[in-house]
C-alpha cells in the first residue's frame, strides 16, 4: 500500500517542483530568447547600415550618370560624334535608337537598321523612355544572377525626346574603373557598433571602400584573402557568422547594382550586453520565486494545513456515523463558509436518510403487500369444497422475499400446487418471482401435462433472465377423483407424505434441474397415490437451514421428527403452525438469511360435484331447485332430506335475490359436493352482494311470532334443517355451506 503524506510535505514538495519547473522554464526561455535578441537586434543594426551604403551607392551613381547626360539630349548623335564621346562615358558600347524603334547606329555593326525589339534588352529601354522628356535616364539595375557569372554588362539609357533614346553599355571592367573613384569614399569614416565596419566589395572580391580605422581596429579590416569566405556565404540581408583575425563576426551583405554592400560587428559586442541583462534578469526571477516560495508556504502552514487538519478531523468523525458534529472552523470567509457548507450538508444529508428510510419502509411495506397479496392468503380457500385441506406461509427474510407457492383449480378436478424458491432475495427476486409464478399459473391452466407445463416455463424463464437468477420449484398436481398426484421436482427440497398411521416420510426421488438455468431442459414426471387422510408437506430451504445462535442448522431429521410428533389426523394449517413454531423456537430470535417458506395439503376422499349459476331474480331460481333435486336424487338422498333442502335452498335463493343486490341486478352460484366415504352433502350459495352472516341473526321467539322480525323465521329453518351450517366472507363475497348427512338405507 503506498505511503501517505502529510499535506505541509506533499504541499512542500509539489511548491519546490513548480519552483524548479518555473525556474527550468525561464532558463529554457533565456536560452530561446537570448539567440532571438541576438538575431533581431543584430539584424536591425547590419541591415540598417547595409541599406544606408546601398543607397549611398545608389545616389553616387545617380550623380554620376547626370553628369555624363547633361547636355547630351542638346547634341546630333552621329557614329563619329559617339565614337569620339566613348571614352568621355566611359562605355564598352552604345546604340541609337530612333522613335520608331529602329536602331540607327550602333558601335555593334549588327545592330545597325535593325529593330530594337529583336535585342530584349533594347526593348525594355525603348518602352521605357520613348516618349519621356529629353536627359530623362534609367540605369537597369545589376541582378545577382548577373553579379553570379564571370562577366555581365551594364545597361543605361537617356532619353532624347523626340529623336529617340541612346543606351550605353558598359562592362565590368569598364563599369567599376568609372565607378569605383565615386564610391571609395563612403566607408571611410563609418563604423558599425563600437568596433564594427562597413565595406564594399566588386564581383570579384576587390575592396572598393574600407573604413580608415587606427590600433587594434585597422587588423580586423578583411584582406583580399578573406573575401571568398564572405561571399561564400549567402546573401540577401541574411545574417551570417565569420571570422577574421580569430574575433567572430555577425554579418550582412546585399548586392547594391554590380557591387556587395557589407556591414560586420563583433558578436562579443553584440551578446555581451544582452547575455549581462538576461542573467540578471534570471537572477531576479530565481530570487523573487524563492521569496514568494518560502512565504506562500509558511501561510499555507498557518492559514489551510491547519485548518484542514481540524475539518478532517470532524469529517472523520462524520464518516463514522456521528453526525452530530459540527465544523467550526471560522478563520477566514472560505474556512467559515466550508464549514457551513458542511454542517449544511450533513443536516441535508440527515434529512435525506430520514426521508430515504421512511421512503424505503413505505416501499418495502407495499411491496410486501403486493407479494402477500400475489399468493393465496384466505383460508380455507375453498370453503366449499371439503374433498381438500390446503394451507401454506411464507416468511421472507427481508420485507420481500423469493420464495413463493400457489395452488389452484386448474379444473373441477385437478387441483394444482408448488412451492419454489428463487436464488437471491430483496426486491430482484420477488419480480422474479412474480414472473415465474404468473408464467407457471398461465401454462398450468391451459396443459394438464405438467412435464409440458415446466419445460415451457423453463424456456421463457431463461429467455427473459438477464439477472441470471434461477428457480428451485416442487410442483404438483392431484386429481380429486382418484387421488393420484402427477409431480415434478426441478432442484427442490425432498417433500415429506404422510400415511394413514400419522407417520412422516420423504420422498426420494432425484430432482431434476432447476428452471431458468438452461433451454429446453426435459423434466421427468412423477406420481404417488394419495389416500383418504394423508398429507403432503412441501417447504423451502429455509426451514431445514434455519440456524440458532450456535450456527447449527435445523435439518432434515429434525424436520421429520416434528412433523411425526404431530396428531395423525392434523389439518393442513395444524401441520405448517407445528412445524413453523418449533423452527421459531429452534432460532430463538437469531435473525434468518433465508425465507421460510411452507404449504400442506391433506386429501380428504373421492367426491362428487358440480354448480350452477343463474341470474338473482325470482323467475330464474327454478333451475337451482331442479339442479338440487338431480343432485341429491344420483346421490341416493331420501325424499324426506330432499324436501328438507328445498326449503332450505328457497328460503336462502329467495333472500339472496330480494336483499344481495339492493338498487342493481347480480348472480349467485349453487354448488353441490358429495363425499361418500362420510355420507355427507355439501351445498354451497356464493354471492358477490352485500355481506350478510345469516348465523348471526337470532332465533326468533316462538311464542311471539306475530312480532318477530321479518326474515328470522326463514333462518331458523335453514338451521333447523341443515346437520351443520358454515359461513365465510372471502374474495368479497359470501359462502354459505349447508351440509347434510345422507341416511343409511
Known amino acids: 500500500m503506498k505511503k501517505q503524506k502529510k499535506l505541509q510535505v506533499v504541499y512542500r514538495r509539489k511548491l519546490f517542483a513548480v519552483y524548479a519547473v518555473i525556474l527550468g522554464v525561464s532558463i529554457i526561455l533565456i536560452g530561446i530568447i537570448v539567440p532571438l535578441m541576438i538575431s533581431v537586434t543584430t539584424s536591425a543594426t547590419l541591415r540598417s547600415q547595409i541599406n544606408e551604403i546601398s543607397k549611398e551607392i545608389d545616389n553616387e551613381l545617380d550623380a554620376y550618370f547626370s553628369v555624363k547626360f547633361s ?12 565614337e569620339d564621346m566613348k571614352s568621355v562615358l566611359g562605355c564598352s558600347h552604345w546604340s541609337y535608337i530612333d522613335g520608331n524603334g529602329v536602331v540607327l547606329c550602333s558601335d555593334v555593326k549588327s545592330r545597325t537598321n535593325t529593330n530594337a525589339s529583336q535585342d530584349p534588352v533594347l526593348e525594355e529601354f525603348r518602352a521605357r523612355l520613348l516618349g519621356t522628356d529629353s536627359g530623362t535616364y534609367y540605369s537597369k539595375r545589376l541582378t545577382a544572377e548577373d553579379l553570379g557569372s564571370e562577366s555581365w ?15 550605353l553599355e558598359y562592362e565590368s571592367s569598364a563599369y567599376y574603373s568609372e565607378l569605383d573613384y565615386y564610391c571609395e569614399p563612403i566607408c571611410n569614416v563609418r563604423t558599425v557598433g563600437a568596433k564594427g565596419f562597413d565595406i564594399i566589395l566588386r564581383q570579384s572580391g576587390e575592396i572598393v571602400s574600407a573604413p580608415e580605422l587606427d590600433g587594434e581596429n585597422q587588423t580586423a579590416v578583411p584582406k583580399k584573402a578573406n573575401i571568398n ?19 567572430a563576426y555577425y554579418g550582412m551583405y546585399v548586392q547594391a547594382d554590380g557591387y556587395y554592400a557589407a556591414a560586420l560587428i563583433p558578436q562579443s559586442e553584440v551578446t555581451r550586453n544582452i547575455t549581462v541583462l538576461l542573467i540578471l534578469f534570471a537572477f531576479l526571477v530565481g530570487l523573487l520565486l524563492t521569496i514568494i516560495l518560502l512565504r506562500v508556504n509558511s501561510i499555507t502552514s498557518k492559514l489551510i494545513v491547519r485548518n484542514i487538519e481540524k475539518i478532517n478531523t470532524g469529517l472523520s468523525e462524520i464518516t463514522e456515523g456521528d453526525l452530530d458534529v459540527e465544523i467550526d472552523v471560522r478563520d477566514n470567509v472560505e474556512f467559515n463558509r466550508l464549514s457551513d457548507g458542511i454542517n449544511t450538508t450533513v443536516a441535508a444529508l440527515k434529512r435525506s436518510i430520514k426521508a430515504e428510510s421512511e421512503r424505503l419502509e413505505k416501499e418495502l411495506a407495499l411491496a410486501h403487500s403486493i407479494q402477500t397479496s400475489a399468493l393465496p392468503n384466505v383460508f380455507p380457500p375453498f370453503p366449499e369444497r371439503h374433498d381438500i385441506d390446503i394451507f401454506a406461509l411464507m416468511t421472507p427474510a427481508k420485507q420481500v422475499g423469493g420464495d413463493f407457492y400457489d395452488f389452484f383449480f386448474a379444473d373441477n378436478d385437478r387441483f394444482v400446487f408448488l412451492v419454489a424458491d428463487v436464488s437471491d432475495k430483496g426486491i430482484p427476486a420477488a419480480m422474479f418471482m412474480m414472473k ?15 412435464d409440458e407445463v415446466i419445460f415451457n416455463a423453463n ?8 439477472a441470471d437468477m434461477f428457480v428451485t420449484l416442487w410442483f ?45 431442459i426435459r423434466y421427468k414426471q412423477r406420481k404417488l397415490i394419495l389416500a383418504k387422510g394423508d398429507a403432503l408437506f412441501l417447504y423451502t430451504d429455509g426451514v431445514t437451514e434455519a440456524v440458532n445462535a450456535d450456527d447449527d442448522i435445523y435439518g432434515e431429521d429434525r424436520l421429520r421428527g416434528v412433523l411425526n410428533a404431530l396428531p395423525a389426523d392434523g389439518t393442513a394449517k395444524e401441520i405448517c403452525d407445528g412445524v413453523f413454531s418449533d423452527v421459531k423456537a429452534y432460532s430463538d430470535g437469531v435473525v434468518q438469511s433465508d425465507d421460510i417458506t411452507m404449504l400442506s395439503v391433506v386429501f380428504n376422499g373421492c367426491r362428487v360435484f358440480k354448480e350452477i349459476t343463474v341470474e338473482a331474480r325470482l323467475e330464474r331460481l327454478e333451475p337451482v331447485y331442479v339442479f338440487l333435486e338431480n ?12 324436501a328438507k333442502i328445498g326449503v332450505i335452498a328457497d328460503e336462502i335463493c329467495a333472500n339472496i335475490v330480494r336483499y344481495a343486490y339492493p338498487g342493481k341486478t347480480g348472480s349467485f352460484t349453487v354448488s353441490f359436493s358429495f363425499d361418500p366415504a362420510d355420507d355427507e352433502a355439501e351445498i354451497t350459495f356464493t354471492d358477490s352482494g352485500i355481506p350478510f352472516n345469516p348465523l348471526n341473526v337470532p332465533i326468533p321467539d316462538a311464542e311471539n311470532v306475530e312480532e318477530r322480525e321479518e326474515g328470522g323465521f326463514g333462518i331458523f329453518l335453514v338451521k333447523k334443517f341443515s346437520d351443520r351450517l358454515f359461513y365465510v366472507y372471502s374474495e ?11 341416511q343409511s338405507k
Do not use: W
Open 732 to 742: 368479497e363475497k359470501n359462502h354459505l355451506t349447508i351440509v347434510k348427512k345422507r
Open 476 to 520: 404438483g398436481a392431484l386429481d380429486t377423483e382418484t387421488g393420484s398426484v402427477s409431480f415434478v421436482n426441478a432442484g427442490h427440497c425432498k417433500p415429506l407424505v404422510r400415511h394413514a398411521d400419522g407417520s412422516f416420510e420423504y420422498i426420494c426421488e432425484p430432482p431434476d434441474f432447476v428452471l431458468a438455468g438452461y433451454e429446453d
Open 71 to 82: 547636355g547630351i539630349g542638346e547634341v546630333e548623335i552621329t557614329p563619329e560624334y559617339m
Open 229 to 247: 569566405t564572405l561571399l561564400s556565404v549567402k546573401g540577401g540581408k541574411d545574417i551570417f557568422t565569420i571570422h577574421f583575425k580569430d574575433t
Open 459 to 466: 424456456n421463457v424463464l431463461c429467455a427473459e433472465n438477464s
Open 631 to 642: 343432485m341429491l336424487a344420483e346421490t341416493g338422498f331420501d325424499s324426506t332430506s330432499v
Open 436 to 450: 415465474a409464478k404468473t408464467i407457471i399459473k398461465s401454462l398450468a391452466e391451459a396443459n394438464r401435462n405438467i
Open 153 to 167: 554588362t551594364k545597361y543605361v539609357g537617356c532619353s532624347l525626346g523626340q529623336r529617340g533614346i541612346l543606351v
